[in-house]
């Protein structure tokens, strides 16, 4: 007598009906929003620190940081603040240091150890002097008060400073009535 065929598969043969696809996952629309905002300091941000290839990747996992931890970050007084902490923080770490475009400015810059907000100072440095944001807009994506980051600023060249005599930044041309109160 003959076994009667079973019913089930060969186990190489357990292939799903349908290909499976990954959920569609929605993100909270001020999420999107606030990405949308702040998305061209943040991948700049990320292209100062890694290679071209690899900023896209590592700008996604720490916006998918920032995304998972979203409902709380919202609750706090300054959600761009926790967020730019939580990115930027992200990006410095999977870089391991300051890459290709920032490498002899950043490194001078992080010489002082005398910096009182060394992560501020840098961060402001980048956004501002390597990116050429305007300190309103590193301010903004930084969450911090603009007198804050031109006062980061103005410390962090006062004491880059060698002997004392100042030196514009590296491909910017001086211009007195940028970015100043009187401006």
């Known amino acids: ?22 959920p569609a996952v929605a993100l ?18 990320a292209l100062a620190h890694v290679t071209e290839s690899a900023a896209s990747r590592v700008l996604g996992e720490a916006m998918g940081e920032v995304v998972i ?3 709380d970050i919202v609750r706090r007084p300054n959600p761009a603040a ?20 920032v490498e002899g400015l950043a490194l001078r810059h992080l010489e002082h150890t005398a910096l009182r907000h060394p992560a501020l100072e840098y961060d ?5 002097d390597v990116l050429g944001h305007s300190v309103e807009d590193a301010a ?22 060698p002997g004392g005599v100042g030196y514009p930044p590296v491909g910017r041309l001086p211009d007195p009535a940028r970015n100043t109160p009187q401006g």
């Open 1 to 22: 007598m003959t076994p009667a065929p079973s019913r089930a598969p060969a186990r190489g043969d357990r292939r799903p009906a349908t290909p499976a696809t990954p």
């Open 28 to 45: 909270p629309p001020a999420f999107e929003a606030f990405y949308a905002l702040h998305c061209e300091c943040y991948l700049g941000y």
């Open 69 to 71: 931890r979203w409902a």
């Open 82 to 101: 926790c967020a730019w902490a939580l990115v930027s923080t992200r990006i410095r770490q999977r870089s391991g240091g300051p890459g290709r475009d």
């Open 124 to 128: 402001a440095f980048v956004l501002h």
């Open 140 to 161: 903004e994506a930084m969450g911090e008060e603009v007198s804050r980051v031109r006062y980061a600023l103005a410390a962090g060249r006062s004491r880059a400073r």
